[in-house]
């Protein structure tokens, strides 16, 4: 099992920034492919970014793209996005997620909320 846990959600003005971690424990003898997803009020759960175990390959949907980056440091089995340029749409529950192949998303954060004010 791995456990993860999101920080760094708050509230921040548009055109602002923040930066979200995601931490991993448990069974992190190996590394996974890793990403976030959003879910605003009402809404389904999209996918925002994602990393693949080295770091190499990144993905994002086109509505973040040039804005936010997705990061990780598997020495500290930590995954990160940096938002920048932050928009009132981009208002959500953030979560992270792993997987054993990317794509299936095995393991689920429990969220951190982001709120970002016009």
């Known amino acids: 099992q791995v456990r993860l846990v999101e920080s760094g959600g708050g509230l921040v003005q548009a055109g602002g920034s923040l930066r979200l971690s995601c931490a991993a424990s448990g069974r992190t003898d190996k590394d996974y492919p890793m990403a976030w997803f959003r879910q605003a009020p009402g809404k389904e759960r999209n996918f925002v970014a994602g990393?693949?175990?080295?770091?190499?390959?990144?993905y994002y949907t086109d509505s973040v793209k040039g804005r936010f980056t997705v990061s990780r440091d598997n020495a500290e089995n930590t995954v990160y996005l940096q938002m920048n340029s932050l928009k009132p749409e981009d208002t959500a529950v953030y979560y992270c997620?792993?997987?054993?192949?990317?794509?299936?998303?095995?393991?689920w954060g429990q969220g951190t909320q982001v709120t970002v004010s016009s």
């Open positions: 990393i693949s175990t080295n770091g190499v390959s990144t």
């Open positions: 997620a792993a997987g054993r192949i990317y794509g299936t998303w095995d393991y």
